[in-house]
C-alpha cells in the first residue's frame, strides 16, 4: 500500500515496530491482533479492562504457541472434574497441560473460570519459553517471578504478585514474549516462525502481509459487509491508502480484508484503454500493457480473461481493476464498467498495438485522472489537447469519447464543518471531488478534507449536480495542496557565469540533490535555477515526468508530536495524510512511523505548505533527530 494509512495504524504498516521497551499500547495491540493471539469478542472489543480467567490464559498461550492451528474443536478427554471433553477450553488445557506449561489442583480440579494470578501467568510464561524448575532459584512463586521479570516479561504490566490479571497485562505478557530469548537463546518469535528485522524485532509489515485476505471485487458499495468474515462493527477501513470508512465502499472496488486486525483495504484505482498487449504471451499471461504502461497481473481470474481462452483480445478496450502494487485483480471490458468521468488531462502521447492481421495501428491518447482519483487514457481519434484541460469521457461500444468542459466556476461559500454541504448547495453521499493544478495534477479527496474551508471564486473549477440538485462531482484548483508532490533537499548548487561577452554574464546553472517518499533524486541544468536552499521543498513536474519547478517550503520547529496533530511554532498544525517523516543521523534519512518520533528522546524539525491553499498549511515533512 502506497499511503496509508489514520497515522497509528497506516504508518505502523510500512515500517517495523520499535524495539520492545519502547512500544506503545496501540503497536502491542495491532501486533497481539495481527498475530492472532488476542482479537477480541466477536465486534473485536479487546475489553483490555476486564480480567482474564484461568481457562482464558491458557486459550490465548496456546494461540501464542507452535500449536495455534493444532487445537481440535474437542480434546475428546476429561482431565479435570471442572473441564469435561465438551468444554470450550479442554483441547487447549490439553495441549498446555500436556506441554508441562499448567497443571491443575490436589483437589482434581483447574478452576477454568477463576481468575489468573500474575504468578500463575509468569509460571506459564516462563515454561513455554523452556525454563524449568532446575533453571530457577528458591521457591515458587518467588522464583518463577524472578525469572519472569529478567526475561523482561514485565514491561507494561500492572498487575503486582497475588494481584488477578487483567487483559491488559495478559496482553503484554504475549508481546514481551516476542523477543524474549527462549532456554536454547533464541528469540520466542523466530522459534515461532515469524520473521525479525535486523535488531531482532518483530517485522511488523511481513506479519501483516501475512495474514491479509483477498483480493475481491465488490458488486455494489452495499456488499462489503458480505465479503467479510466479520461484521462492520468496530472495523478500520482505508480507501486507496487514506482512513476512511465502511460507507466509502463503492461499486467495483478491489478488496482486501486483515481478519485479526479487523481491518479493511479498499482500492478504486481503475487504467480504461486499449489492451497492447499480454506478456509473454496467451498461452500462460503475467503481464498486459494498457494505455502505454505495463501492469502485473495479480489473480488467477485475470490471467484468464486476457488468456488464449478468455474474453479480451489486444485492441480491446478494457478496463483493469487494480488492487495493491497496482497488480490488476480484474479485467473488464470498458463498456461494461462505464460511466461518464470527469477529470483533468495528465498527459497525452501516443499508443500501439497490433491487430488481428498482425498490423501494428498507432492512435494518440489522453490520460485523464478522474474525480474518482483513478487515471484512464482514451484514445483523442483525430483530434488534439492540452494537458490540464478538464474533460468529460467515456466508452461508446469500443470506443473511447473525450469532450472539453467549459469550466463552471460560480459556486463560492463554506464547507460545512460535517464535510456536507457547500454554501447552498448539500454534497451528494456518492460524492468524488479532485483538486487540480495547473500542471495536470490531479488529487481525489474526501469531503472531511475540506470541512470549513472557505472557497472563494476560482477555487471551483467544476461541478456537477444530480438529479436532487446535490453536488456529486467538484473539481477543485489548488485548494488542499494534496496534489503537489514534497521532498527534502539535501545539497544546492547554484552558479552564474562570468564572461567578457554578454551572455557570459547571465548564464545560470544548478545542481540539486534531494529525497521524495525515502528515494534518492536529482536534478541539474546548465540554463536554469529554481533559486531554492536545502531543506523542504515543493515539486512540480511536466506531463512526462520531468521538474519544471521547485520551491521551499516553511520549516517549523516541533515541540509535540502525537496522533495526526503536532505543536508547530507553539500552534496545533495537522499533519498531512502521507507525511513523510524521517530519523536523521549521520546524513542519512530513515523513513519511520510518527509513534517512534513521539518521544521526548527526538527534536523534531518540520515543514509546512505555505502556499495559500485554503484547505492547506499542512505538516508535509517531519526530521528528528536524538536530543
Not at 517523516?581 to 527534536?603: A, F, H, K, L
Request: aromatic share 8%; hydrophobic share 35%.
Amino acid at each position: 500500500m502506497k499511503k496509508v494509512l489514520s497515522l497509528a495504524l497506516a504508518l505502523c504498516l510500512i515500517s517495523a515496530l520499535p524495539a520492545a521497551a519502547a512500544a506503545d499500547q496501540t503497536e502491542v495491540e495491532n501486533t497481539i491482533r495481527a498475530l492472532g493471539i488476542m482479537t477480541g469478542d466477536e465486534k473485536g472489543n479487546m475489553n483490555l479492562a476486564k480480567d482474564i480467567t484461568r481457562a482464558e490464559f491458557v486459550k490465548l498461550a496456546v494461540n501464542a504457541s507452535v500449536y495455534k492451528d493444532k487445537a481440535a474443536d474437542s480434546s475428546g478427554y476429561s482431565l479435570f472434574k471442572d473441564v469435561k471433553s465438551s468444554h470450550w477450553a479442554s483441547p487447549s488445557v490439553k495441549i498446555a497441560v500436556d506441554n508441562g506449561w499448567v497443571t491443575g489442583y490436589s483437589d482434581g480440579t483447574f478452576r477454568p473460570d477463576k481468575g489468573i494470578t500474575l504468578e500463575e501467568a509468569a509460571t506459564l510464561a516462563v515454561r513455554m519459553l523452556g525454563y524449568t524448575q532446575e533453571d530457577l532459584v528458591g521457591s515458587f512463586p518467588d522464583a518463577q517471578l524472578a525469572m519472569y521479570r529478567s526475561l523482561g516479561l514485565d514491561k507494561n504490566v500492572s498487575a503486582s504478585r497475588g494481584d488477578t490479571a487483567l487483559r491488559r497485562d495478559c496482553m503484554n505478557i504475549f508481546y514481551n514474549m516476542l523477543t524474549a530469548n527462549t532456554k536454547q537463546g533464541t528469540p520466542y518469535a523466530s522459534a515461532l516462525g515469524y520473521k525479525l528485522d535486523s535488531a531482532g524485532n518483530i517485522n511488523y509489515t511481513a506479519l501483516v502481509n501475512a495474514g491479509i485476505e483477498g483480493p475481491s471485487v465488490l458488486k455494489s458499495g452495499s456488499a462489503l459487509g458480505d465479503a467479510l468474515p466479520f461484521t462492520l462493527e468496530n472495523i478500520t477501513v482505508y480507501r486507496n491508502g487514506a482512513i476512511s470508512s465502511a460507507a466509502s465502499a463503492q461499486t467495483h472496488d478491489v478488496c482486501y480484508y486483515h481478519k485479526n486486525l479487523r481491518t479493511v483495504w479498499l482500492y478504486s484505482k481503475r487504467v480504461t484503454g486499449a489492451l497492447t498487449a499480454v506478456s509473454p504471451g496467451t498461452s500462460d499471461p503475467a503481464s498486459v500493457t494498457v494505455a502505454g504502461a505495463s501492469y502485473t497481473l495479480g489473480t488467477s481470474a485475470a490471467a484468464h480473461s486476457v488468456s488464449d481462452l478468455g474474453e479480451f483480445k489486444t485492441g480491446d478496450s478494457v478496463t483493469l481493476l487494480l488492487g495493491r502494487d497496482d497488480a490488476v485483480c480484474a479485467v473488464m471490458s470498458a463498456e461494461a464498467i462505464n460511466e461518464t468521468v470527469y477529470g483533468i488531462v495528465k498527459s497525452v502521447g501516443k499508443s500501439s498495438y497490433t491487430d488481428e492481421t498482425g498490423k501494428e495501428v498507432l492512435y494518440d491518447t489522453a490520460t485523464v485522472v478522474g474525480t474518482d482519483g483513478a487515471e484512464r487514457t482514451y484514445s483523442l481519434g483525430g483530434g488534439t489537447i492540452d494537458v490540464g484541460t478538464l474533460v468529460s469521457a467515456g466508452y461508446t461500444g469500443r470506443a473511447g469519447e473525450l469532450a472539453r468542459l467549459s469550466e463552471k466556476n460560480n459556486i463560492t461559500g463554506l464547507v460545512g464543518d460535517d464535510g456536507k454541504t457547500l454554501g447552498e448547495y448539500a454534497f451528494a453521499g456518492d460524492i468524488q471531488i479532485l483538486d487540480t493544478n495547473a500542471a495536470g495534477a490531479g488529487t481525489a479527496v474526501t469531503p472531511e478534507r475540506i470541512a470549513g474551508t472557505q472557497l472563494v471564486y476560482g477555487d471551483v473549477r467544476y461541478y456537477a449536480l444530480n438529479a436532487s440538485g446535490e453536488i456529486y462531482r467538484l473539481i477543485l484548483r489548488d485548494v488542499t495542496g494534496d496534489q503537489y508532490v514534497y521532498g527534502i533537499i539535501t545539497s544546492a548548487t547554484e552558479s552564474k557565469g562570468s564572461g567578457s561577452d554578454s551572455s557570459a554574464s547571465f548564464s545560470i546553472s544548478c545542481s540539486y540533490s534531494f529525497i521524495i517518499d525515502g528515494k534518492q533524486g536529482a536534478y541539474s541544468s546548465q540554463s536554469t535555477a529554481f533559486g531554492v536552499t536545502e531543506g523542504g521543498a515543493v515539486f512540480t513536474y511536466d506531463n512526462k515526468g520531468n521538474i519544471t519547478r521547485i520551491r521551499n517550503i516553511k520549516g517549523v520547529d516541533i515541540s509535540a508530536v502525537g496522533g495526526v496533530w503536532a505543536e508547530a511554532d507553539g500552534k496545533k498544525t495537522e499533519i498531512a495524510s502521507g507525511a513523510q517523516i524521517y530519523v536523521y543521523n549521520r546524513g542519512e534519512y530513515t523513513p519511520v512511523s510518527v509513534e517512534t518520533i513521539s518521544g521526548e528522546e527526538y527534536r523534531v524539525f518540520g515543514y509546512i505548505d505555505n502556499s495559500g491553499f485554503p484547505a492547506g498549511g499542512r505538516i508535509r515533512i517531519m526530521i528528528a533527530t536524538k536530543a
